[in-house]
């Protein structure tokens, strides 16, 4: 058989040399010591019972806190949509709230309110000597110590005192 090229391929299998130890087991000695080699992997094979009892409190405690996170995510869903179910219903008070404000706003007749305040009711527009400024205190409210004259005036370069 001739081949190409200068590698010629090793061949499937290999002789035996000379001086070189049988692959086989041999009998006796070594037979013995490789059933202790079985024994002790036989053994060492073996689960005992505190690992088996760690597995088994691990097996559990895992299917607690997955059972923990399942019902914790539906717990969540459940708020997310009753959360979405407020905010539609404030969006339609906001609604029907702004609806009622506006038509009562556009009900409302300036020019008939001051026409019947100063008619039937006598008032007349303020003029601009009545009107007194204030800036508004911190609060939101503001303390009236004493009455108010009858006459509206509550100061006067006549009344001031020296």
């Known amino acids: 058989m001739y081949v190409y090229g200068n590698a010629v391929p090793k061949p499937d299998y290999e002789p ?10 041999r009998r ?7 059933r202790r080699v079985r024994q002790n992997q036989r053994r060492e094979l073996r689960v005992g019972k505190r690992y088996v009892i760690f597995l088994s409190v691990a097996a559990v405690l895992a299917l607690f806190i997955c059972v ?8 969540i869903a459940g708020r997310s949509s009753n959360i979405t179910a407020l905010q539609e219903e404030l969006a ?7 609806t009622k404000y506006n038509s009562i706003v556009d009900s409302v007749n ?4 001051k026409q019947k305040a100063e008619g039937e009711l ?4 303020a003029q601009s000597g009545q009107i007194v400024e204030y800036d508004s ?3 939101d409210y503001v303390t009236q ?15 001031v005192q020296d």
């Open 68 to 75: 923990n996170y399942v019902r914790l995510q539906s717990e």
């Open 137 to 139: 205190p911190e609060g």
């Open 92 to 98: 339609d008070m906001r609604e029907a709230n702004n």
């Open 110 to 113: 300036m020019d008939q309110i």
């Open 145 to 159: 110590y004493e009455q108010i004259p009858e006459s509206g005036i509550i100061a006067s370069a006549d009344n």
């Open 28 to 34: 006796g000695k070594s037979s013995r010591q490789s």
């Open 16 to 25: 035996q040399r000379r001086g070189e130890p049988s692959r086989e087991p």
């Open 122 to 125: 006598g008032m007349v527009p």
